[in-house]
Every structure is written in C-alpha cells, then in structure tokens.
C-alpha cells in the first residue's frame, strides 16, 4: 500500500509514503531546496507590510516542476498579522494559483467567512484543498458545497463527536488526508479515518491515491 500525505512539514522516512511537503516563504527567502514533491506560499503568520516581496518570490517558484500547489496561504483571525495584509495577500496567492494552474492549499482559522467570500470572487478553476479540517459538519458542508477539497489530520484521533460527523459526511471523491506538524505516520490517521468510514485502510489508500492525483495532477 502506498499512503498520501497531502499537507506536512516534513517528508518521510517510510518508503510507503509520499509527501507533499509545505514550504513558507516570506520576503526574506534567499534560497529554494526541497528533496520532493512540494507546495510553496506565504502563511498568514507571515503576513508584513512588506508581503508582496514574499509574493514575488512564490510566483518565481510557482513553476518549479515540483511545486505542485501554492500554499500553505489563507487567513487566520487568531494572529497577529494585519488582516487586510492578510487578505489581499490570500486573494493575491488565490490569484496566482490560477495563473500558474495550480491547485491552492489553504490555512483558515475563525475566517470561513472570509474564506467563502474570496472562493465566490475568485470563482476557481483550480481546486482548493481546506488542509487541517478540524469543525463540525455544517461548515464542512459549506466548504464542500463551494467545491472545495477538505483535508483532515490527527485530530481525527481524538475522536471529537463533531469532527467525526464531518468526517463521515464528507463525500470520499473530496477527502484527503494529512499529519501537518504531528509527528506521527501517516497511516495512523488511515487507520483512524477508515475505522469511521467503515472501510478497509486498502480501500482508503486507494481512494486517497485518486484524489492526490486529482488534486495535485499527479
């Protein structure tokens, strides 16, 4: 079995698993390395007054053969980043993906709101993948509706009574699956995500193998 890892900060060790690894840019990026498949943007946290130097450079590497998404970008209402940076930024890297015709991997925290705005405007051709899905039904809904991909990570482990109702609900032609920052394997998040589908981890990986290549055009 091969296991998709659609959002982390690390590649990994095992042989089983391929990793689309994020990469943050900001204005003071000088140089570019990665040993795989990857995704280039600027997180919200990285957000300055000087945001669109960080923009240059990510749209310089947005062609790089693998670079197969922008991102992680998005919107975070719990930092301290100034929010209308934050926004034309998003709206900027949203932009870009769909210049390059590449997919957006996005952050979005207490800004689904805004998030949904900028979809409608945007109106995207290129998929959205919500990484680090971690709320409730209803607004999985609203995303999924819109046409976004939802990505869930090791919360699922935790087994919230809300976040396993968007889990189940989540059509599987539009699920991925992700560690972020956790330091724990992919396939425990499988292992978990199958158990409360009700399949097999076989059938998952299968499923999580399409998507990825949907998605990232793989």
């Given at each position: 079995m091969t296991y998709f890892d659609a959002h982390s900060h690390r590649r990994s060790a095992d042989s089983a698993t391929t990793t689309l690894v994020s990469i943050r840019i900001t204005a003071s990026t000088e140089v570019f390395e990665t040993d795989g498949i990857c995704t280039v943007g600027l997180h919200p946290w990285d957000v300055t007054s000087d945001w669109r130097d960080a923009a240059d450079i990510t749209e310089d590497l947005a062609q790089e053969e693998l670079v197969l998404a922008i991102g992680e970008v998005g919107i975070d209402r719990a930092c301290d980043a100034l929010w209308q940076h934050q926004v034309d930024a998003f709206e900027y890297m949203a932009d870009l993906a769909e210049r390059v015709s590449k997919p957006l991997v996005i952050h979005c925290v207490k800004a689904h709101d805004e998030l949904l705005r900028v979809h409608k405007f945007i109106n995207p051709a290129q998929p959205w993948m919500l990484h680090g899905?971690?709320?409730?039904?209803?607004?999985?809904?609203?995303?999924?509706?819109?046409?976004?991909?939802?990505?869930?990570?090791?919360a699922v482990l935790k087994e919230s009574a809300s976040l396993i109702d968007a889990l189940k609900m989540c059509p599987a032609d539009r699920l991925l699956l992700?560690?972020?920052?956790?330091?724990?394997?992919?396939?425990?998040?499988?292992?978990?995500?199958?158990?409360?589908?009700?399949?097999?981890?076989?059938?998952?990986?299968?499923?999580?193998?399409?998507?990825?290549?949907?998605?990232?055009?793989?």
């Open positions: 899905f971690v709320k409730g039904a209803d607004l999985a809904k609203q995303c999924l509706d819109a046409g976004m991909y939802v990505s869930f990570g090791a992700e560690t972020d920052v956790d330091e724990i394997p992919i396939h425990e998040v499988y292992a978990a995500v199958a158990n409360v589908r009700g399949i097999t981890t076989e059938e998952l990986c299968a499923i999580q193998q399409q998507n990825f290549e949907t998605v990232f055009k793989r």
